[in-house]
């Protein structure tokens, strides 16, 4: 009587418990980006201004394929450039990302130094 009863309990709680949630692999994708461009109108000197990017963009899918959800971390780095010397910034860190799933519809940016 005794084992009855644990099986019961033991199947009762087994279907309470939701399943895994079944998602395709998500795809991660790394690229950089450059931009380049002299700043004319804050002295008499030519100063240079660059900027390299490494983005690293992870999209999420859901079983069917379809996208659900995409992560975005950027490492900015910019180089000031002028008559004498230069100046190059520490890492600029971005993270972003969007939720795409029909419950959710927010998307948000977070700088993090």
Request: proline residues 7%; contains cysteine; glycine residues 4%.
């Amino acid at each position: 009587m005794r084992r009855f009863v644990l099986c019961l309990v033991v199947a009762a709680f087994s279907a309470l418990v939701p399943g895994s949630a079944s998602a395709a692999q998500p795809v991660m994708t790394n690229y950089t980006q450059d931009y380049a461009s002299p700043i004319t109108d804050v002295c008499a000197a030519a100063i240079g201004f660059s900027t390299h990017l490494v983005i690293t963009e992870t999209d999420y899918f859901d079983a069917n394929g379809a996208p659900t959800r995409q992560y975005i971390h950027t490492v900015e780095r910019d180089t000031f450039t002028g008559p004498a010397r230069s100046l190059i910034t520490d890492p600029i860190r971005t993270e972003s990302g969007s939720d795409w799933t029909p419950a959710a519809t927010s998307s948000a940016a977070v700088p993090q130094v």
